[in-house]
């Protein structure tokens, strides 16, 4: 799978969760809950793990193709990837703002 591809799959997966209807509502409603959007996404990539681990054991017992489990495998490397540079990156935020003299 090539680079592109995976880039491509993330950006997909990034906007499925931002159009999600809980998305558009939080997006609607006065307060937003960052937390339970937070937990969503996190939860979006544990079940991608366990998809990717269910196709891992299919192939171990003869029922999968291996295309279809190394493909799980980077979309699922992908995604947890994307997770922690979003984490780093809201936690580097936090540090620049609990800097800001008052």
């Known amino acids: 799978m090539?680079?592109?591809?995976?880039?491509?799959?993330?950006?997909?997966?990034?906007q499925?969760?931002?159009?999600r209807p809980?998305?558009?509502?939080?997006a609607e409603t006065a307060k937003p809950d960052f937390g339970s959007m937070v937990r969503q996404a996190?939860?979006?990539?544990?079940d991608q793990g366990r998809q990717s681990e269910n196709k891992t054991l299919a192939y171990a017992a003869g029922k999968?193709?291996?295309?279809?489990?190394?493909t799980a495998v980077a979309e699922t490397q992908t995604a947890f990837e994307t997770m922690v540079t979003l984490r780093d990156k809201v936690i580097a935020a936090y540090?620049?703002?609990?800097?800001m003299p008052i």
């Open 16 to 19: 499925g969760l931002a159009n």
């Open 42 to 46: 996190i939860g979006d990539v544990v």
């Open 22 to 26: 809980e998305a558009r509502q939080i």
């Open 64 to 70: 999968a193709d291996v295309v279809d489990v190394v």
């Open 2 to 14: 090539s680079t592109a591809a995976v880039a491509a799959n993330a950006y997909r997966v990034a």
């Open 95 to 99: 540090e620049d703002i609990m800097k």
